[in-house]
C-alpha cells in the first residue's frame, strides 16, 4: 500500500537539486525521480518502504490516465468506425431494398398495366362483339325488310 506524502523537499540522495517525489522510511532519505529507481531496485536497498508523494501519485495517475484515455479513444474510434461501416452497411441494404421494392412496385404498376390493358381489350372486344351483333342484327333486319 502506498502511503502518501504532503511535503515536498528537495532530494537527499543525490545531487541534482530535484524535488524529491518520495521518501524513504527506512534510511531517511528524499528521493527524486531518479533515485526511485535504484531504491527500489537494488540489492542495498532492499526492504526498504518508498512512500511517493501525492504529487508523484496524480503525476502517476494523470500519466496512466492519460495512456488509458488514449487507449479508449483508439477502442472508441474503432468502435466509431464499426458502427460507421454498419450504418453504411445499413444504409447500402436498405437502398438497394428500397431499389428493389421500387423494381417489384414497377413490376406491380407494370402488371397492374398489364391486367387493365388486357380488361381494356376485353372490354373492346365485348364493344366489337356487340357491334358486329348489331350490325349482324341490323343486317338481319335490313335482309328481313329486303324479304
Ligand atoms: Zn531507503
Ligand atoms: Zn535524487
Redesign the pocket.
Known amino acids: 500500500m502506498i502511503e502518501i506524502e504532503e511535503k515536498l523537499s528537495d532530494c537527499t540522495s543525490c545531487t541534482t537539486d530535484q524535488k524529491s517525489v518520495a521518501r524513504?522510511s527506512?534510511?531517511p532519505?528524499f528521493l527524486c525521480p531518479n533515485c526511485i529507481s535504484p531504491?527500489q531496485f537494488m540489492r542495498c536497498?532492499d526492504n526498504?518502504k518508498c512512500i511517493h508523494t501525492r504529487e508523484y501519485i496524480e503525476e502517476r495517475y494523470i500519466e496512466e490516465l492519460d495512456f488509458f484515455i488514449k487507449k479508449a479513444s483508439k477502442v472508441l474510434n474503432e468502435e466509431a468506425f464499426k458502427v460507421y461501416r454498419q450504418v453504411l452497411e445499413k444504409s447500402k441494404n436498405e437502398l438497394s431494398k428500397e431499389l428493389e421494392e421500387k423494381h417489384a412496385n414497377k413490376h406491380l404498376a407494370l402488371m397492374e398495366m398489364n391486367s387493365s390493358i388486357d380488361q381494356s381489350i376485353n372490354k373492346l372486344l365485348d364493344v366489337i362483339k356487340f357491334s358486329e351483333r348489331v350490325l349482324k342484327n341490323g343486317n338481319t333486319f335490313k335482309i328481313l325488310l329486303i324479304k
Do not use: A
Open positions: 524513504c527506512d534510511c532519505q531504491h536497498f526498504h
